[in-house]
């Protein structure tokens, strides 16, 4: 089988669209809040509206478009009518004049966000048999790294050049480029048609082969310890979204107060703080590298196998992390963000692919919400906690010693899974 680059890539562009709207989001809200609030704890509430409503609606819309039927597919129709909107509430967030007026159409982005996010992700495993859905990935998550890195790098430019509503108002128009290029070009119901008999298949003859697989090491080592490891799926899938849980905690937290931690922290050569543009352009070095290795981890995995590659990811970033909490030069600071980049490409690629690899192909919907459950339950509890943190110590640095702990929690999880390859790679790594 080879995988349908051109397909994949179109189906990428729902994966920029979101991409653009959240990183641009937690650039700048964060900063539009400020006005309003003076606690860290407040503006981290705030802050985690979006994963509230992901927590609750995103797993419900999952499954409920799994059991959607229409002339344009099961996904199809939460995107086409989602994203317009997204659009048009996200330009007008940096109109608002009042803490009232900036916190109802923040609610209304989160709200409709939160109906479109699983459905746009669902669509590449649908489309994909699962031993292509790490490369897939990579490719999705390319066309997000370039939505995050207009965010960060072109945004950061708009805003120095037209204020804050400049890069809203683009950036919504991007979205609304994203939703046209998804109609003209991903037909979901014709593939579906042609792929699903495909990929039921495929996925019957993984099971198969898993069941012999497990059989025959059952037999081998006859322990206890051994059936119960291969023949448990669900302990395996427990320990991978709990790890989620863990390494969201640590990203969400430097995603949302990165930016505050710049302004607060940092100055320029002649003494000045940062400002909110160069916190955004800082992000950039970050998504430069995420964007250019998120293929390369796809096809890394194949090789080595997905877990291998988030592991090596997580200390990576665990690394990382722990070494900004005794950098201020801004050089250093770069090259740091280039390197954690490249280690998060190897954690963030491979996840969903894992997840979904346990999942029948009926309820891809359902398993992706799984993975958004757990990574929105840390966004929000994450936001709130850190906030609290950060007002006991007041200190930004300390976000980067709170993040390394998360990530080491999230290696102790991934140590326990013992499923999720895709089968051909697990099959090369028990030879």
Request: net charge neutral; proline share 4%; with cysteine.
């Amino acid at each position: 089988m080879k995988l349908n680059y051109k397909q994949t890539f179109f189906i990428g562009f729902g994966f920029f669209a979101s991409s653009i709207a959240w990183s641009m989001y937690n650039s700048f809200v964060p900063i539009l809040l400020e006005k309003y609030l003076a606690s860290s704890l407040l503006i981290g509430a705030a802050m985690t509206i979006d994963n509230i409503f992901g927590v609750i609606f995103q797993p419900l819309v999952g499954s409920m478009s799994d059991k959607t039927r229409t002339r344009f597919g099961r996904r199809m129709p939460y995107i086409l009518i989602g994203i317009p909107i997204c659009a048009v509430a996200f330009s007008i967030i940096p109109w608002t004049s009042s803490l009232f007026s900036l916190m109802a159409v923040v609610i209304i982005f989160n709200l409709v966000m939160s109906t479109w996010r699983a459905p746009v992700v669902a669509l590449m495993p649908d489309l994909t048999p699962p031993s292509l859905r790490s490369q897939a990935n990579g490719i999705i998550n390319f066309m997000g790294g370039l939505g995050s890195l207009f965010s960060f790098f072109v945004g950061g430019l708009l805003f120095k050049a037209g204020g804050m509503p400049l890069p809203f108002f683009v950036s919504g128009l991007l979205m609304l480029v994203a939703v046209v290029v998804l109609k003209l070009f991903v037909n979901e119901k014709a593939s579906v048609l042609q792929h699903d008999q495909q990929l039921a298949e495929d996925y019957t003859e993984t099971l198969k082969a898993t069941q012999n697989n497990q059989v025959e090491e059952t037999e081998q080592a006859n322990t206890e310890n051994t059936v119960i490891e291969n023949t448990s799926p669900k302990k395996s899938l427990i320990f991978l979204l709990f790890a989620i849980l863990f390494w969201f905690t640590g990203y969400n937290a430097v995603e949302t107060f990165f930016s505050l931690y710049v302004t607060k922290t940092l100055t320029d050569s002649a003494g000045n703080f940062l400002t909110a543009g160069d916190a955004s352009l800082l992000l950039a070095m970050f998504s430069v590298t995420f964007l250019f290795f998120s293929i390369p981890a796809g096809i890394i995995s194949t090789k080595i196998g997905r877990k291998t590659t988030i592991l090596i990811g997580l200390f990576g970033v665990m690394t990382v992390f722990g070494a900004m909490l005794f950098v201020d030069n801004l050089l250093t600071l770069r090259i740091l963000l280039l390197l954690c980049g490249i280690f998060w490409a190897c954690v963030n690629i491979n996840s969903l692919p894992m997840v979904v690899e346990m999942a029948p192909w009926k309820n891809i919907g359902k398993y992706t919400g799984y993975y958004y459950f757990f990574s929105f339950s840390a966004a929000i509890i994450s936001p709130i906690l850190f906030g609290f943190i950060r007002d006991v110590v007041d200190r930004y640095d300390i976000i980067f010693a709170y993040s390394a702990i998360a990530f080491g929690l999230a290696i102790i999880c991934m140590l326990f899974v013992k499923h999720g390859e895709a089968e051909k790679t697990r099959v090369a790594i028990d030879k």
